[in-house]
């Protein structure tokens, strides 16, 4: 197995097991009105905890809509182009597109979300746990888009068109 099957593998498998996060969040959705009317308490606690599960499955689900070919494309240019040309079009437009824009999200909100990770930063109105989780995610977006759009031009084509 080579090390780019590896890779994709790791993404794969780990974009697999982020999409059970969506059962969790539409949980404490459902809680947080019977929770802050009847129970008068955890409210709060359920909406923080929401929001960081909430980005955490997002930054996996858009890897996996990437993997999918499950985004929206605009094909009013190529629409006629052959298979493989698209192929390639789609391939290395999507790095062209999402290489810049993750290595600066990676430049610019690695730091931070560092910083926030190492000090374990809390919400600032409830001083609940896990908002630095928020800005993990994001940085975890970025890595797997990078890492998601490098895999697909290095991948041999499979005559799919994207």
Known sequence: MSWLESV???VGQTVEAGRWLVLPVALILFLQ???RDFVQAGSREANDAGQWIFALYVSLAMTFATRERAHL???AIAHGYA???RATIGRWGGFACVAPWACFMIWTIGPTAWRSALMLEKFSETLNPGYFLIKVAALLLAVLALVQATIDVLRKPQGKPT
């Open 8 to 10: 994709d593998r790791v």
């Open 33 to 35: 009105w019977p929770l």
């Open 73 to 75: 494309a605009v094909d």
């Open 83 to 85: 298979p493989a040309v």
